[in-house]
């Protein structure tokens, strides 16, 4: 067989756009935790030393191909021991990046492969899931996305990343992580709310489509979005598409919640399109694209569904177990005892050790699971908040549906916030083996007390 020239030059072009992965003796790409220095602030501040993975903040965009593996060395250039949890992925247990519960914390100048298939497109990301509440808050996270064989047709595709930073006045990270005030309240609270752009495109037209891929990595902070000169639907909560493209007005998302958007840009050229932060004082301008111009004369037409994930189905719920997860502690939550490492301790005892809330009268990584599973056995769970804080209740390694009042199934979730003297129901098919987490992702209230795990066999 005679390989002429052309051909040469195509199959050089095509291995330099498709790097080998995974194959014996193409060495894994690294993804280094490290401090770095980072524009956080704009204007005359000065840059900000955070920890970010390659030393940036936030990480790397990592993107590929639903069906593909993903591989990333994680090389720990901390100074404290630290593991990546790839936040929504449906990944093998050993690749879920918890310390004590899937795998040892690297330490530093350790190392540890991952390597994650990618069962589902949609919008993820991933986050530093040790001394999180320090380590996330000093911005080790980004976002991961994978691509539907057949995209939807957008102008641009653009990751929004809701970020919140307690800074001093230099700009630089305020160092007081476990503070007992946030931990007992509603978690560490920022000053320096943004959205980062990712990438922040140089023209947008009236009437182009964009995909807003929203993510909010804040340790503790609730936000509340909503557009302007934007309109569209929502397609995809938590990575999962959702079956009909919804019109939506304020999005309300706990920390780790994301949503896609498919909006349509309805402001004219010299007004901008705005991601605007709902506080009770007013209304946050968190990014701005600025209109540069007149794109389609009209708009374009109907925003589809995207294709469903294989995410099994849950089936009859009648016949499935239920197990009840009861949220006490917090302040003004009147904890009067809890159960920590086997022993159970007064409210007093349970604060000495920096625990302050409980799951069914437990504070911290309970010795046994929540529920043991068998494989493709379907479990209810039934979470109710006795405290006064909302909890964004986030399930590792496969994602759950709400059972709704009327006995309805809602979207596929990972993370959904409970309020307040709340019950909220989620269900799932026990399909991915191994030892999972379930914890509040306010990154304070699980360091202080909100964890718990699921075995499925
Ligand atoms: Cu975003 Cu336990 O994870
Ligand atoms: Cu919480």
Same mark, same amino acid.
């Given at each position: 067989m005679r390989l002429d020239r052309r051909q040469f030059m195509a199959g050089a072009a095509a291995l330099a756009v498709w790097p080998k992965t995974g194959g014996a003796e193409a060495a894994p790409r690294i993804i280094e935790a490290r401090a770095g220095m980072a524009r956080v602030v704009p204007g005359d501040y000065p840059e900000t030393e955070i920890w970010g993975y390659d030393g940036g903040v936030p990480g790397p965009l990592i993107r590929a191909r639903q069906g593909e593996t993903v591989s990333r060395k994680l090389v720990n250039a901390l100074p404290q021991p630290t593991a990546i949890h790839w936040h929504g992925l449906r990944v093998p247990n050993g690749m879920d990046g918890v310390p004590g519960l899937t795998q040892e914390a690297v330490q530093p100048g350790g190392a540890f492969l991952y390597e994650l298939p990618l069962k589902d497109a949609g919008t993820y990301w991933y986050h530093s899931h040790n001394q999180s509440t320090e380590q996330v808050a000093r911005g080790l996270y980004g976002a991961i996305i994978v691509d539907e064989a057949e995209p939807p047709e957008v102008d641009h595709d653009i990751s929004v990343l809701l970020d919140d930073w307690r800074l001093t006045g230099q700009a630089q990270i305020s160092e007081d992580f476990g503070a007992m005030h946030d931990w007992t309240h509603a978690g560490r609270m920022g000053n320096f709310v943004h959205a980062r752009l990712l990438p922040s495109p140089s023209e947008v037209l009236r009437n182009q489509r964009l995909r807003l891929r929203l993510v909010n990595v804040a340790t503790d902070r609730i936000m509340a979005v909503s557009l302007n000169g934007l309109e569209g639907r929502l397609v995809a909560r938590d990575g999962m598409p959702v079956e009909q493209p919804q019109p939506f007005d304020m999005?309300?998302?706990?920390?780790?919640?994301?949503?896609?958007?498919?909006?349509?840009? +309805?402001?004219?050229?010299?007004? *901008? %399109?705005?991601?605007?932060?709902?506080?009770?004082?007013?209304?946050?301008?968190?990014?701005?694209?600025?209109?540069?111009? =007149?794109? %389609?004369?009209?708009?374009?037409?109907?925003? =589809?569904?995207?294709?469903?994930?294989?995410?099994?189905?849950?089936?009859?719920?009648?016949?499935? !177990? %239920?197990?009840? @997860?009861?949220?006490?502690?917090? #302040?003004?939550g009147g @904890?009067? =005892?809890?159960?920590?490492?086997? !022993?159970? @301790?007064?409210?007093?005892?349970?604060?000495?050790?920096?625990?302050?809330? +409980?799951?069914?009268?437990?504070?911290?990584?309970?010795?046994?699971?929540? #529920?043991?599973?068998?494989?493709?056995?379907?479990?209810?769970?039934?979470?109710?908040?006795?405290?006064v804080f909302p909890h964004a209740m986030h399930l590792h390694g496969t994602h759950f549906r709400e059972v709704l009042p009327d006995g309805g199934l809602?979207?596929? !979730?990972? +993370?959904?916030?409970?309020?307040?003297?709340?019950?909220?129901?989620?269900?799932?098919?026990?399909?991915?083996?191994?030892?999972?987490?379930?914890?509040? /992702?306010?990154?304070? /209230? =699980?360091? *202080?007390?909100?964890? +718990?795990?699921?075995?499925?066999?």
């Amino acid at each position: 067989m005679r390989l002429d020239r052309r051909q040469f030059m195509a199959g050089a072009a095509a291995l330099a756009v498709w790097p080998k992965t995974g194959g014996a003796e193409a060495a894994p790409r690294i993804i280094e935790a490290r401090a770095g220095m980072a524009r956080v602030v704009p204007g005359d501040y000065p840059e900000t030393e955070i920890w970010g993975y390659d030393g940036g903040v936030p990480g790397p965009l990592i993107r590929a191909r639903q069906g593909e593996t993903v591989s990333r060395k994680l090389v720990n250039a901390l100074p404290q021991p630290t593991a990546i949890h790839w936040h929504g992925l449906r990944v093998p247990n050993g690749m879920d990046g918890v310390p004590g519960l899937t795998q040892e914390a690297v330490q530093p100048g350790g190392a540890f492969l991952y390597e994650l298939p990618l069962k589902d497109a949609g919008t993820y990301w991933y986050h530093s899931h040790n001394q999180s509440t320090e380590q996330v808050a000093r911005g080790l996270y980004g976002a991961i996305i994978v691509d539907e064989a057949e995209p939807p047709e957008v102008d641009h595709d653009i990751s929004v990343l809701l970020d919140d930073w307690r800074l001093t006045g230099q700009a630089q990270i305020s160092e007081d992580f476990g503070a007992m005030h946030d931990w007992t309240h509603a978690g560490r609270m920022g000053n320096f709310v943004h959205a980062r752009l990712l990438p922040s495109p140089s023209e947008v037209l009236r009437n182009q489509r964009l995909r807003l891929r929203l993510v909010n990595v804040a340790t503790d902070r609730i936000m509340a979005v909503s557009l302007n000169g934007l309109e569209g639907r929502l397609v995809a909560r938590d990575g999962m598409p959702v079956e009909q493209p919804q019109p939506f007005d304020m999005l309300v998302f706990g920390p780790a919640e994301r949503a896609d958007l498919i909006v349509d840009v +309805t402001a004219g050229p010299g007004e *901008a %399109a705005q991601i605007l932060l709902q506080q009770r004082d007013g209304a946050y301008v968190l990014a701005e694209l600025p209109v540069t111009g =007149q794109g %389609a004369s009209v708009p374009r037409g109907a925003i =589809q569904a995207l294709p469903p994930n294989p995410v099994p189905a849950i089936g009859d719920l009648s016949q499935a !177990r %239920a197990v009840a @997860l009861r949220m006490e502690g917090g #302040a003004m939550g009147g @904890l009067r =005892q809890g159960t920590y490492m086997g !022993r159970l @301790l007064s409210a007093r005892e349970l604060v000495d050790e920096g625990q302050i809330w +409980t799951f069914n009268g437990v504070a911290g990584l309970p010795e046994e699971p929540l #529920a043991s599973l068998s494989h493709g056995e379907v479990l209810r769970i039934p979470m109710r908040n006795e405290t006064v804080f909302p909890h964004a209740m986030h399930l590792h390694g496969t994602h759950f549906r709400e059972v709704l009042p009327d006995g309805g199934l809602g979207p596929l !979730r990972d +993370t959904i916030l409970v309020n307040p003297d709340e019950t909220r129901e989620i269900a799932f098919v026990a399909d991915n083996p191994g030892d999972w987490l379930l914890h509040c /992702h306010m990154l304070s /209230h =699980q360091a *202080a007390g909100m964890k +718990t795990w699921i075995r499925v066999t």
